[in-house]
């Protein structure tokens, strides 16, 4: 794949998370009764970055967790050897029932990875609502899905890849749009 563009640097996600905390905030009326979950694999270290923003402002510790959607995607990704999925575990540190969760992704797509991640979310309790944080929404729904809050809007085709790249996972910070 040829790079075409960065459309975020390591400052502009950091901006980006700033706001969304902000958002998250204003929202929600403050930060009682919200549980953050990342989407495995960088919306983890999103919503921990989150976190870490949100306690900064409101001086409270947001319970917070990670969610595997191995199982409830569509499109299972088999282990080399055998023909069952390979398992990431779920680990939320709080009941979630008659909470707020927030779940945060690095792009949001099609739909189809939240729709899983809702899927698994309520195998775990029933939250009183279900809200969605991503860095990058490059549109193409093929659900009825959309982001409560988002980093930056990037229409893109279909031939294009959004690639987020996390110092947490990668080397670097930035979101780069490449061509198929």
Same mark, same amino acid.
């Given at each position: 794949?040829?790079?075409?563009?960065?459309? +975020?640097?390591? &400052?502009?996600?950091?901006?980006?998370? *700033?706001?969304?905390? @902000?958002?998250?905030?204003?929202?929600?009326?403050?930060?009682?009764?919200?549980?953050?979950?990342?989407?495995?694999?960088?919306?983890?270290?999103? &919503?921990? %970055?989150?976190?870490?923003?949100?306690? $900064?402002?409101?001086?409270?510790?947001?319970?917070?967790?990670?969610l595997d959607?191995?199982?409830? %995607?569509?499109?299972?990704?088999?282990?080399?050897e055998q023909?069952?999925? $390979?398992?990431? #575990?779920? @680990?939320?540190? &709080?009941?979630?029932?008659?909470?707020?969760?927030?779940?945060?992704?690095?792009?949001?797509?099609?739909?189809? !990875?939240? %729709?899983?991640?809702?899927? &698994?979310?309520i195998d775990?309790?029933?939250?009183?609502?279900?809200?969605? #944080?991503?860095?990058?929404?490059?549109? @193409? %729904?093929?659900?009825?899905?959309?982001?409560?809050?988002?980093?930056?809007?990037?229409? *893109?085709?279909?031939?294009?890849?959004?690639?987020?790249? +996390?110092?947490?996972?990668? $080397?670097?910070?930035?979101? !780069?749009?490449?061509?198929?």
């Amino acid at each position: 794949m040829k790079s075409k563009t960065t459309v +975020l640097d390591d &400052a502009a996600i950091r901006r980006a998370l *700033t706001r969304i905390s @902000h958002e998250i905030i204003e929202k929600n009326k403050g930060v009682d009764d919200l549980v953050l979950v990342g989407i495995k694999t960088r919306g983890v270290p999103i &919503a921990q %970055r989150l976190k870490n923003k949100i306690q $900064e402002i409101e001086g409270k510790d947001l319970p917070d967790g990670e969610l595997d959607i191995t199982l409830y %995607r569509d499109d299972l990704t088999p282990k080399k050897e055998q023909s069952e999925p $390979e398992l990431k #575990a779920a @680990h939320i540190k &709080a009941n979630i029932d008659g909470k707020k969760v927030i779940l945060v992704d690095d792009v949001l797509y099609t739909g189809r !990875t939240v %729709r899983a991640a809702m899927d &698994a979310l309520i195998d775990l309790g029933r939250p009183s609502q279900v809200q969605l #944080a991503v860095l990058v929404d490059r549109g @193409h %729904r093929e659900l009825p899905i959309r982001a409560d809050f988002v980093g930056k809007n990037v229409p *893109t085709s279909q031939d294009e890849v959004v690639t987020v790249t +996390l110092s947490e996972t990668d $080397e670097a910070d930035q979101v !780069t749009i490449f061509e198929k």
